[in-house]
């Protein structure tokens, strides 16, 4: 191993073990986040979904736990949980939340979580004969040129702000 990225390792050992269990355990479930210029507690749920939380409802979750830290003058010292992570460096955080498909955005939550399915080549000519025939019906031209290309466009760059397909019925008269 190359002397200088050993010493970069060795050096950067104690930064490693440094972060702290407690801070760790809630950084599992929890992130400070800013939304609309205020501070938020973004609170994730084992079904991916997260809700935001008052920093005061946060802390008073949390205030019946307390952790225990030495002090510079070696006294043991109790300080309620809630506020020993939001005062915390370790804690995760996020400078707001986005919706960026593809895209990296440090220091933001992005939304974007990839396609919920890999795509595959296969036959899609049912579906496609369902759009025909019960959504676009004959005003959408399938072999044009330009219906595939925004029809593709859609696929590879989903992030991309174009046109969209509206559906509506024809109004039925009032009596």
């Known amino acids: 191993m190359n002397k200088a990225i050993l010493e970069r390792l060795i050096e ?6 440094a972060v702290d269990s407690d801070v760790a355990e809630i950084n599992k479930a929890y ?3 800013i939304v609309g210029g205020t501070a938020a507690i973004m609170k994730f749920r ?3 979904k997260f809700d935001l939380l008052k920093p005061g409802s946060f802390s008073q979750w949390f205030s019946n ?8 003058d070696g006294e043991s010292v ?12 370790q804690r995760r955080q996020y400078e707001g939340i986005v919706f960026k498909p593809k895209k990296e955005m440090p220091g933001y939550y992005n939304l974007w979580k990839g396609f919920t399915v890999e795509p595959k080549p296969g036959d ?8 025909q025939q019960n959504v676009f019906g004959e ?8 219906s595939r290309r925004w029809y593709n466009s859609r696929k590879r760059n989903p992030e991309r702000r174009s046109c969209c397909v509206v559906l509506s019925a024809k109004r039925k008269s009032r009596s």
Request: charged share 20%.
């Open 78 to 89: 109790a300080t309620p949980l809630a506020k020993y992570w939001l005062h915390h460096e």
């Open 65 to 72: 736990k307390v952790v225990f830290k030495t002090n510079s």
């Open 46 to 48: 084992e079904d991916g």
């Open 139 to 146: 005003y959408f031209d399938w072999g044009s040129a330009g």
């Open 124 to 131: 899609w000519s049912l579906f496609k004969e369902h759009l």
């Open 12 to 17: 950067a050992a104690p930064l490693i073990d």
């Open 31 to 33: 992130a400070l986040v």
